[in-house]
């Protein structure tokens, strides 16, 4: 059961991750346009989209869908492990 709740873990935080870097790279210009960028482009996008379409980025600019993104991705992770959890026990 352990071992189930630390894959859990490790996937998410992952993600998690990913999403970091991907927001840390918009920073920098022509970083998205290599490999690792266009992968990570391919992966986080799709996830950061449903909530870029609900929540306008603040004057114009400022983009804080990928905050509530992680939110919710933690609270996903919470819910999985309590489902987890609520089957093995």
């Not at 992952?14 to 482009?41: H, Q």
């Not at 603040?58 to 939110?71: E, K, T």
């Amino acid at each position: 059961m352990y071992q189930v709740d630390r894959i859990i873990t490790m996937l998410f935080e992952i993600y998690f991750y990913m999403i970091v870097i991907y927001v840390l790279m918009s920073w920098l210009p022509n970083l998205r346009e290599n490999f690792i960028g266009e992968l990570l482009t391919k992966l986080v996008e799709p996830y950061l989209s449903v909530f870029r379409r609900f929540i306008p980025p603040i004057m114009g600019m400022l983009d804080i869908s990928p905050i509530i993104a992680m939110f919710v991705l933690q609270f996903v992770q919470r819910g999985l492990k309590f489902i987890v959890h609520s089957i093995f026990f």
